[in-house]
């Protein structure tokens, strides 16, 4: 079993940066992809990024492509979303989740293991 603990997110400023961090316990996450999705008040869980085992292949939202970046590092079996130039928009609860899928699918149902959320605020 696979617990995920999500960190990092706190209120910004618009424009200002966020490093989130995903840390995996209780197995080894290197030999899966993982995801990082988010949820606004009152709307569905969404897609942000994905990276694949390695880490050399990565996936992105359009909304967020050129402004988010996400990595890992699978000696500290942890996966990090970089998040630049944030708008009020990125408001959001966002979740890491490991890929029980192969296809780089967005849909929620090709993840499992779901961190607890952290917050991210973004002000005007």
């Known amino acids: 079993q696979v617990q995920l603990v999500d960190s990092g997110g706190e209120l910004v400023q618009a424009g200002g940066s966020l490093r989130l961090a995903c840390a995996a316990s209780?197995?080894?996450?290197?030999?899966?992809?993982m995801g990082w999705f988010r949820q606004a008040p009152e709307k569905e869980r969404t897609f942000v990024a994905r990276?694949?085992?390695?880490?050399?292949?990565?996936y992105y939202a359009d909304s967020v492509k050129g402004r988010f970046t996400i990595s890992r590092d699978n000696a500290k079996n942890t996966v990090y979303l970089q998040m630049n130039s944030l708008k009020p928009e990125d408001t959001a609860v966002y979740y890491c989740?490991?890929?029980?899928?192969?296809?780089?699918?967005?849909?929620?149902?090709?993840?499992?293991?779901w961190g607890q959320g952290t917050q991210v605020t973004v002000s005007s």
């Open positions: 989740a490991v890929a029980i899928s192969t296809v780089v699918a967005t849909e929620v149902s090709h993840y499992a293991y």
């Open positions: 209780g197995r080894t996450v290197s030999n899966y992809a």
């Open positions: 990276i694949s085992r390695s880490g050399v292949s990565t």
